[in-house]
């Protein structure tokens, strides 16, 4: 990998990261140095996979299903240790 493609592929992560903090793609891909949209969405969809917006959707999706299964898998826990302090007197 060439300096400049690791370059493309850094700022590319760093973009990625604002726009799940809520940045839109287009205010990161002038943050990030790039003139155009058109060309950060290329690049990005090349990288990742998916167009910004979709992919920082995905990610969400994904994160906020992993959230729902730890505490699904809690679940029993908290019941039974709630069932022992009611039942305790």
Request: glycine fraction near 4%.
């Amino acid at each position: 990998m060439s300096s400049l493609q690791y370059q493309k592929r850094v700022r590319l992560h760093m973009a990625r990261v604002r726009m799940t903090e809520g940045m839109d793609a287009a205010s990161a891909a002038f943050e990030f140095g790039y003139d155009s949209a058109s060309q950060f969405n290329r690049e990005y969809r090349r990288l990742f996979g998916l167009p910004p917006m979709r992919d920082i959707k995905a990610r969400q999706l994904v994160e906020g299903e992993q959230d729902h299964r730890e505490v699904h898998s809690l679940t029993p826990f908290l019941l039974a240790r709630q069932f022992r302090t009611v039942h305790r007197d």
